[in-house]
């Protein structure tokens, strides 16, 4: 009986945890007001794979916490690119831990 029990739990819990999370911070050109970080904001909490969105004007930079596969470099340096800014430049921070 507890077996019978025990797996859809553990689906449940692979589910809530993403696999393979990945924080990657991007350097922003161009951010200059509240509205730039807005904008930022709205267009990677819109993107698929993107579980965590942080943009910091004072430090120009855009901090994603993702799924592994999802999005790519690419993807979200056109993302900025469409959003009216320039990526400068993207570090990929760590495959797991998040820091504050
Ligand atoms: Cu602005």
Known sequence: MKKILL???LVALALLIPANAKTIEVEVH???CALCVDTLNRTFN???????????????????????????????????????FMPTKVTIISDEEVKD
């Open 7 to 9: 797996l859809p739990l």
């Open 30 to 32: 161009g951010m200059t």
């Open 46 to 84: 819109k993107m698929r794979g993107v579980l965590k969105v942080e943009v910091s004007m004072k430090m120009k930079k855009v901090r994603l916490e993702t799924n592994s596969a999802q999005p790519t470099i690419e993807m979200i340096k056109q993302a900025i690119l469409d959003a009216g």
